[in-house]
């Protein structure tokens, strides 16, 4: 899937992974999508332990990032 430009500037948006979250003691991967333009950031998700659950935070962060106010539901 095909990450929308910035719903603020316009700019360009890149999947971030980073392991920085602790959950019980365990430093677990977190993933969301940031503007490299103004930083605005969208929603974080943390990654499970398997590779399944890895592509399914990612997607949900891909999906907030491309969710829009106008959007039909």
Known sequence: MELKPC???GGEPRLIIQNRTVVKGVVKRNCYVHCLNCDARGERFIE???VA???EARQKAKDAWNRR???ER
Do not use: I, L, R, V
């Open 7 to 9: 719903p603020f500037c």
């Open 48 to 50: 499970g332990e398997t």
């Open 53 to 55: 659950e890895h592509k």
């Open 69 to 71: 106010a106008n959007d």
